[in-house]
């Protein structure tokens, strides 16, 4: 199992942007594919983006679509969600997954999650 720890949340104004990181351990990080989901109070958690595990095909939500971008270093076990153009909207506790098969992938590992808020 691949145990995930997520960084680089916080507060930010509307407009401005974060970097996210998920670091990975684990010997099967390399061959999984990753996915980025949030949460905000009370409501459900939501698919935001996915990589697949050669890093070759990426995923978006379509209201992330132009904002955010998913990366991933095999070689530093870590994936990354570039975010910009942030909205109050983006509010939530972020969390990433390792995730198996073809999309739409399977998760099967978490991580406990980071704190995004933004500012009006």
């Known amino acids: 199992q691949v145990q995930l720890v997520e960084s680089g949340g916080g507060l930010v104004q509307a407009g401005g942007s974060l970097r996210l990181s998920c670091a990975a351990s684990g010997r099967t990080f390399s061959g999984r594919s990753m996915g980025w989901f949030r949460q905000a109070p009370g409501k459900e958690r939501k698919f935001v983006a996915a990589?697949?595990?050669?890093?070759?095909?990426?995923y978006y939500a379509d209201s992330m679509k132009g904002r955010f971008a998913i990366s991933r270093d095999t070689a530093k076990n870590t994936v990354y969600l570039q975010m910009n153009s942030l909205k109050p909207e983006d509010t939530a506790v972020y969390y990433c997954a390792a995730g198996w098969g073809t999309p739409p992938y399977v998760y099967d590992s978490w991580g406990q999650g980071t704190q995004v808020t933004v500012s009006s």
């Open positions: 990589i697949s595990w050669t890093g070759g095909d990426t």
